[in-house]
């Protein structure tokens, strides 16, 4: 199955630490997306690309927040200086461009635990 | 925010079929019905979506009302496995180069029970 994948699926750090997620989208799609979601809520949109420019960006995204997609393949979100309200599912999608009708599919996500 | 209603939580019997309504009566001309789901620890899965008409694939129908302001997706031959949180978005069409994101709300929780 060559679906989207997230890596790790669970990260337990410490307040204040830095933690680094990567995505690897399904290999033809262009466009990735980052969401957050946290307990009883659904995910939240963070930010998109499309191939390596990242086009938009939640309010959510404070700035200890970083994404990238350097070669517009796999990317990876860096969140700095931990909070425990960072604590939630970080959640991977993409699609084959940005129409409308075509599906963003999703990876399972990283669970993050801040103590 | 959401642009779509709906129900907190349904009940449904192992082997019925599963009704879950949706309603987005603000919906424009160009928006496209999604739903997905999402089961415990996993990330959301695409079901189907829809512009207009009704649409089948093989997880499940999606019937579109005709002045498209509702829509119920149809889980035809409900499994212990269908046990997940529904999610009905409508998603908008702004072109090719922008977001048209998915906007998630709050989902229908739909418990199979045997």
């Known amino acids: 199955d060559t679906g989207v994948s997230q890596d790790p699926r669970h990260k337990i750090t410490k307040r204040g630490q830095n933690v680094t997620f990567r995505c690897d989208p399904i290999s033809e799609h262009n466009r990735l997306y980052w969401y957050r979601q946290t307990l009883g809520q659904g995910p939240e949109f963070l930010t998109y690309f499309q191939n390596e420019a990242q086009l938009e960006k939640s309010r959510l995204l404070s700035d200890r927040f970083s994404a990238e997609r350097p070669k517009g393949s796999f990317s990876t979100l860096e969140i700095q200086r931990t909070e425990q309200g960072d604590s939630a599912m970080y959640l991977c999608?993409?699609?084959?461009?940005?129409?409308?009708?075509?599906?963003?599919?999703f990876g399972n996500g990283t669970r993050l635990t801040v103590t | 925010d959401a642009k779509t209603t709906q129900p907190p939580s349904m009940d449904c019997a192992e082997g019925r079929a599963a009704n879950l309504p949706c309603n987005h009566s603000t919906i424009s001309g160009n928006e496209y019905v999604y739903w997905y789901r999402q089961i415990h620890s996993q990330g959301p899965q695409y079901i189907i979506h829809g512009l207009k008409n009704n649409e089948t694939n093989e997880m499940a129908s999606l019937i579109i009302t005709e002045d498209r302001k509702s829509s119920t997706l149809i889980l035809p031959h409900a499994t212990l496995r269908d046990t997940a949180v529904y999610y009905c978005?409508?998603?908008?069409?702004?072109?090719?180069?922008?977001?048209?994101?998915?906007?998630f709300g709050g989902g229908t929780r739909l418990m199979v029970k045997p």
């Open positions: 978005i409508v998603r908008p069409s702004f072109g090719n180069n922008a977001g048209n994101m998915l906007t």
């Open positions: 999608a993409s699609s084959l461009g940005g129409q409308a009708n075509s599906p963003l599919h």
